[in-house]
Nanobody
Framework: EVKLVESGGGLVQAGGSLRISCAVS????????IGWFRQAPGKEREGVSCISTSDGSAYYARSVKGRFTISSDHAKNTVYLQMNNLKPEDTAVYYC?????????????????????WGQGTQVTVPS
């Protein structure tokens, strides 16, 4: 059974940093694709970032590029999202999503339909 478990959310002041984690288990093979999505109150869920652990290729939404960094630790089966210079508009529930067979390219990583497994979400709050 594939499981994705997010952790590390919390409240952080504007300009601060936070690292959230996605613990991955149950995939048949060691390489997979993990995406981070977020949903703010009253808004649709949007893609934030994605990593393909097979080659480390990473993708970012324009709104977070230069502030957020996605990484993976194979030994720990964990994907991280380091978030720096946080802004109130980053406030959302952050979800990690995964798939064993999807290889992202271009803007394809942004489509939820490519991910078959989702975590329960972790809240990130940046007060204005």
């Amino acid at each position: 059974e594939v499981k994705l478990v997010e952790s590390g959310g919390g409240l952080v002041q504007a300009g601060g940093s936070l690292r959230i984690s996605c613990a991955v288990s149950g995939f048949r093979f060691d390489d997979y694709t993990i995406g981070w999505f977020r949903q703010a109150p009253g808004k649709e869920r949007e893609g934030v970032s994605c990593i393909s652990t097979s080659d480390g290729s990473a993708y970012y939404a324009r709104s977070v590029k230069g502030r957020f960094t996605i990484s993976s630790d194979h030994a720990k089966n964990t994907v991280y999202l380091q978030m720096n210079n946080l802004k109130p508009e980053d406030t959302a529930v952050y979800y990690c999503a995964g798939d064993q067979y999807f290889t992202p390219f271009g803007t394809s990583w942004n489509s939820e339909s490519h991910y078959n497994y989702w975590g329960q979400g972790t809240q990130v709050t940046v007060p204005s």
